[in-house]
């Protein structure tokens, strides 16, 4: 029975939904400063009006603090819904008053794909915009893949922040208390950003030839994009624009970080590898991803794309490891990825539909549930050929020996099939719109897993209702369903009445 919320549970949301807002006005702050540094004005004055509108939100917010807050479970599905509701729309003033969209859905179109971490773009004449706009895209990623989830952790710790993680689509408690998580993520997430982003810069500047400042803002939006397997490039054509087989394997190792759940960092921090390798969802993954770079190598040889081994071995590995860890670089453009088709686009399609790793910043169904439901369904095939009284053991290995109880087979049969419909409910409407169904799948797929990777399907010139489907799909494939359900059984015991 769902129990009608009161007054003081919106005053709790609204609350911690203040204090959300006040941490997104304090990043917005970052762009308006670089915008100063850079003597870009416009932005300036977008990025002013931003911070005012959420520090203004954000403030009200605070002010209704109930006397006594009691954070539930179901708060914090609720509030992470709504996070992703309402952040993207205020995000997006800086990009609408770019004047590189066409209209205010266009700008919200990338807000939303920059904070669920996607990376499907609408934007025109990307390699003109402003730095400080670019960094904010950017920012947006890192935010949506981790910022907010950190400082979730960090500031609300005592108020439920536990809750806000796993309504946030991440399964895996690895320590104690949400503070030690926090300070954690913080801790591999400045590695990350001494070593990829440093090596970036470095690499732009040394070996590309660009300026300082020019490196710099390289090396940091790509590190944003790739830690959080967002997607974002300063370029239009995404990592192709470097030229760098350097570069691409400093971006690579951004993508793998970043797809990699959190408790495998740990594991690998204290120097666990061989329990880390034991895990089922590092076994899936690593077979996923060898199973689909198999299909898509051979795809490629068979059509003839590339006429040298080197480079087809190079453009399809960076492709696949692009698709499995849902990052969504690439390097060749749209229209000859649309190209490759018959076993390479298969490859491709099932690296992005089955994504990265749980409690990590990847999307899609998953390495874990897909592993999970391999292993429930090999045991029902096994007990109906066993005889009858046999007991199939139901055991794995994923941080230690655990069981396969039909609640969790349940659950995770669930949330796949909820992907699978989501899939085909892109596809559907893609294909009605006369896109060929190949075609119409691979972008919703991308969309659905927030990957980023496009066939040339999502532009400026899309239909209306195509980039709202794809906008739905990257807001409930980000939240993994859990948090949507939870908002809207709230909003429906709500207007029920007592």
Do not use: C
């Not at 915009?129 to 979730?152: D, E, K, P, T, Y």
């Not at 590695?191 to 300082?212: D, I, R, T």
């Not at 790509?222 to 967002?230: D, E, I, V």
């Amino acid at each position: 029975m769902l129990i009608r919320p009161g007054s003081e549970d919106f005053r709790l949301i609204a609350f911690v939904m203040g204090r959300i807002l006040l941490v997104t006005a304090a990043a917005g702050l970052i762009p308006a400063a670089w915008a100063v540094a850079a003597g870009e004005w416009r932005p300036l004055s977008s990025f002013i009006l931003m911070v005012g509108l959420l520090g203004v939100l954000g403030a009200m917010g605070r002010r209704l603090r109930p006397p006594t807050p009691r954070f539930e479970w179901r708060h914090g599905m609720v509030i992470v819904a709504l996070t992703w509701l309402v952040v993207p729309v205020i995000a997006a003033v800086p990009l609408l008053q770019s004047g590189h969209f066409a209209d205010p859905v266009d700008a919200l179109f990338d807000s939303v794909s920059g904070l669920t971490t996607t990376g499907l773009s609408v934007m025109s004449d990307l390699d003109h915009l402003a730095s400080s706009l670019n960094l904010w895209r950017h920012l947006l990623q890192f935010l949506g893949g981790l910022g907010i989830v950190v400082v979730a952790l960090t500031l609300f710790a005592e108020q439920g922040g536990v809750a806000l993680y796993f309504g946030e689509g991440r399964g895996e408690r690895f320590l104690p208390s949400a503070t030690s998580m926090a300070r954690f993520f913080w801790r591999v997430a400045a590695m990350h950003l001494v070593v990829v982003a440093g090596s970036l810069v470095l690499v732009g500047w040394l070996l590309l030839g660009f300026e300082p400042h020019r490196a710099l803002l390289h090396g940091v939006t790509m590190f944003l994009a790739g830690f959080s397997t967002g997607g974002f490039a300063p370029q239009s054509t995404s990592i192709g624009y470097y030229h760098s087989p350097t570069f691409e394997v400093v971006a690579a190792i951004a993508m793998v970080g970043g797809a990699m759940s959190f408790g495998l960092h740990y594991s690998l921090w204290k120097g666990q590898r061989r329990s880390a390798l034991a895990n089922l969802e590092t076994r899936t993954i690593l077979a996923s991803f060898g199973f689909t770079l198999l299909l898509t190598l051979v795809g490629l040889a068979a059509t003839g794309v590339f006429a040298e081994v080197s480079g087809l071995t190079r453009q399809g590995l960076f492709q696949v490891l692009s698709a499995q860890t849902t990052t969504g670089w690439s390097t060749v453009p749209a229209a000859e990825l649309s190209q490759w088709g018959g076993l390479a686009f298969v490859g491709i399609a099932i690296a992005m539909a089955v994504g990265g790793m749980g409690s990590a910043t990847a999307g899609g169904v998953k390495a874990l549930r897909v592993g999970l439901a391999i292993r429930a369904l090999v045991n029902e095939i096994r007990q109906a050929l066993l005889p009858e009284g046999a007991v199939v053991s139901t055991r794995y290995y994923q941080g230690g020996a655990r069981h396969l109880t039909p609640e969790v087979a349940q659950s995770v049969m669930t949330i796949s099939l909820l992907y699978v419909a989501l899939y085909l409910l892109g596809a559907a409407v893609g294909f009605a719109y006369g896109i060929p169904l190949h075609l119409a799948l691979f972008e919703s797929v991308s969309a659905s897993a927030t990957i980023g990777l496009s066939t040339g399907i999502t532009d400026p010139s899309m239909p209306l209702v195509l980039e709202l489907v794809y906008m739905l799909q990257m807001w409930a494939g980000r939240l993994e369903f859990v948090a949507l359900f939870s908002l809207l059984g709230f909003l429906y015991a709500w207007a029920r009445g007592p």
